[in-house]
């Protein structure tokens, strides 16, 4: 019914920076909050950064004024800017959208896609 998929993950030299997108389809109605997950290897998933349907947004100490979340309702697409990328921030990127069909709501999640950035 609804399906999330980011794009923009890749190989990256500390200092880079890489964009990441992510395409919502399917019988929405509406999306409320979305927002950036990491799991790197060996760790549990952690919240990077995330942005309410009225555009606030929020980020972990660790991203905070090197990342940017931001949300293009008319595209249905969440995109996350990360800056001064350090060997730290590689994971994979999950992204996360409360959405309401036509009929309920629900938790919606990408497939991830991964970052990778090398010292």
């Known amino acids: 019914q609804v399906q999330l998929v980011e794009s923009g993950g890749g190989l990256v030299q500390a200092g880079g920076s890489l964009r990441l997108s992510c395409a919502a389809s399917g019988r929405i109605f509406r999306i409320n909050s979305m927002g950036w997950y990491r799991q790197a290897p060996g760790k549990q998933r952690e919240l990077v950064a995330y942005i309410t349907s009225g555009d606030s947004t929020n980020y972990s100490d660790s991203v905070k004024g090197r990342f940017t979340i931001s949300r293009d309702n008319t595209k249905n697409t969440l995109y996350l800017q990360m800056n001064s990328l350090v060997p730290e921030d590689t994971a994979v990127y999950y992204c996360?959208?409360?959405?309401?069909?036509?009929?309920?709501?629900?938790?919606?999640w990408g497939q991830g896609t991964l970052v990778t950035v090398s010292s």
């Open positions: 996360y959208a409360r959405i309401v069909t036509v009929t309920h709501p629900l938790d919606a």
